[in-house]
């Protein structure tokens, strides 16, 4: 059995009726998905489990990842009562998305690449994708680009070095830009005019990303397309398994992980 999670933040505002929204991933990356979706539903129950025991998952054997979440998931599914479960990571969505639906009998919601809109605003039709290793590997994120990108020149860099910085950094540690530049050597190369963010981690490094590419160059993640996702199965869900008292609850699988930082680290997407 996998540690439900130790519970590290809760708010709450009662009088409400609110459906109970999970997510997953093995950090704080998924938090940049969840502050998309509390923006734009305030009125929800949301609990996020980060599994740091576990963490980094791009760098994970196939199978050993789809081991650990076979077990883990439905464990957290279950006791929490989830209505709708968002894999909050590349990684786990495209390697075991259809595992857990069939796994788990309630709407699951994947984060994959976003190759198609990256594909249509790009105008050179040069298009990067940063993502882990596991992702840029998936035969699932080639398919996304022969479908989305197949008149784009796509060029991939998959770095689990990148996941780290970003994990640091909104665990308050240092950023080492010049790695973070040296990582991005090759999109300079090939002269990319957009990148797929296709990592939920590297949100956190936007900035960072932005200042070591050309200003020209435009950053695209799955937040807003996730949030649109939710809107529409929370319209399709019945009153089953409401409940009256709204909160937001951050998880981890480490006993180590400080509560204040993974706060800050929400809530450095909720002020954006």
């Not at 609110?18 to 009125?43: H, K, Q």
């Not at 973070?180 to 002269?191: A, G, T």
């Not at 009153?239 to 680290?265: E, G, P, R, W, Y």
Request: net charge positive; hydrophobic share 40%.
């Amino acid at each position: 059995m996998h540690k439900q999670g130790r519970r590290l933040f809760i708010g709450s505002s009662t009088d409400r009726h609110c459906f109970n929204i999970g997510f997953i991933d093995s950090g704080i990356g998924g938090l940049s998905i969840l502050a998309e979706v509390s923006r734009d539903y305030p009125t929800q129950n949301y609990t996020y489990l980060a599994d740091q025991e576990f963490f980094p998952y791009g760098d994970k054997p196939a199978d050993e990842l789809l081991m650990r979440l076979r077990s883990l998931v439905p464990q957290f599914v279950q006791g929490h009562s989830i209505d709708l479960l968002v894999i909050a990571c590349n990684t786990a969505s495209t390697g075991a998305l259809a595992v857990m639906r069939e796994l788990i009998k309630i709407p699951i919601i994947g984060v994959v690449p976003a190759i198609k809109p990256a594909a249509m605003e790009s105008k050179q039709k040069r298009v990067g994708i940063l993502a882990t290793p596991a992702t840029t590997e998936s035969s699932y994120t080639r398919t996304l680009i022969k479908e989305h990108a197949k008149d784009c020149e796509v060029h991939l860099i998959g770095s689990s070095k990148m996941v780290q910085l970003a994990e640091a950094k909104a665990l308050g540690g240092y950023i080492d830009r010049q790695l973070v530049s040296e990582i991005l050597e090759p999109f300079h190369k090939f002269q990319v005019d957009t990148v797929v963010l296709a990592c939920t981690h590297f949100p956190f490094l936007r900035k960072e990303l932005a200042e070591s590419l050309p200003t020209n160059v435009k950053l695209i993640d799955s937040a807003k397309g996730i949030s649109r996702q939710v809107g529409r199965i929370l319209s399709q869900l019945t009153h089953k398994n409401q409940v009256t008292t709204c909160k937001t609850k951050l998880l981890s699988t480490d006993d180590n992980v400080s509560s204040q930082k993974l706060q800050l680290a929400l809530q450095s997407f909720l002020s954006q």
